[in-house]
């Protein structure tokens, strides 16, 4: 059974910074494109980043020079560090593990809220 479990979001300022964690099991983690998705109140879905298992990574405008990707293959996790935080990126982030064409599979997702 595949489970992807986020942590790490709760309350920060602006200007602030967050660190989320997504803890994968039941995949071959390391063949998985991993990704951050993020929803608004009232808004779709979109994507924050992504990281292949070569390490390449991929950033929406928005974020780009303020939330960095990465992962760890030896721990099957996959991490979001959010800095510089604004009251826009306040929403449910969620991790997505993506095998093209084959498989693909979502957390639970975590709440992020930035307010002063």
């Known amino acids: 059974q595949v489970h992807l479990v986020e942590s790490g979001g709760g309350l920060a300022q602006p200007g602030g910074s967050l660190r989320l964690s997504c803890a994968a099991s039941?995949?071959?983690?390391?063949?998985?494109?991993m990704g951050w998705y993020r929803q608004a109140p009232g808004k779709q879905r979109e994507l924050v980043a992504t990281?292949?298992?070569?390490?390449?990574?991929n950033y929406a405008d928005s974020v780009k020079g303020r939330f960095t990707i990465s992962r760890d293959n030896a721990k099957n996790t996959v991490y979001l560090q959010m800095n510089s935080l604004k009251p826009e990126d306040t929403a449910v982030y969620s991790c997505?593990?993506?095998?093209?064409?084959?498989?693909?599979?979502w957390g639970q997702g975590t709440q992020v809220t930035v307010s002063s």
């Open positions: 997505n593990a993506e095998w093209p064409r084959v498989s693909a599979y």
């Open positions: 039941g995949i071959l983690f390391s063949a998985y494109i």
């Open positions: 990281i292949t298992s070569a390490g390449m990574t």
